[in-house]
């Protein structure tokens, strides 16, 4: 009787511990970005080099202080893609990061098939929001937008515990 009394104890510890995490990884340690209704979409233009402000609107973002490429934003905008590509930096490998199920906007999964068939575009936002990840924002025909941090080569290889390339920023201190 106390084997079997040990093992539910066991497994409902388990499950318990199961659902806390799955808890935490999903919900707790995200938080709704408020919008700033002025700059909360950037991207880096081709003649100054340096992030800008883009026509945007239907904000909606989260992120989580847990991890530096856990922002996820989507948005509308009125700008075509043709003045987006004459005016922004394209971002070369970009590869979108799925979001928890419950922030309904961001479908990862939809946004890499747009950007392999083309129907999809993405630019650079910032460079380094945090060393080593890059904002990236990805814009559809129809207008609607998404923005994620994802690594950019030299955190791929910093975050490796390698020296950094010769082309990369002196990494700060503790990485």
Known sequence: MTGKLLGIAIVLTALVA?????????????????????????MVSL???????????????????????RYRA???TTMSTAMLTETYVYYDAPEPLTA?????????EALGAALEDGTALAFLGEKDVQ??????????????GYVWHQINDCGEVVFDGKPAPEHCP???SGY
Do not use: H, N
Request: hydrophobic fraction near 35%; charge should be negative.
């Open 170 to 172: 002196e990494p700060p």
């Open 18 to 42: 199961g659902a806390v995490m799955y808890y935490l990884q999903v919900y707790y340690f995200y938080d709704e970005v408020s919008a700033t209704g002025t700059d909360d979409v950037q």
């Open 100 to 108: 928890p199920d419950w922030f309904a906007c961001f479908d990862a």
């Open 74 to 76: 989507c948005f509308t």
């Open 131 to 144: 060393y080593g990840i890059d904002r990236v924002v990805a814009v559809t025909d129809d207008g609607r």
């Open 47 to 69: 003649v100054t080099g340096e992030s800008e402000p883009v026509l945007y609107d239907d904000f909606k973002a989260i992120d989580a202080t847990s991890s530096p490429i």
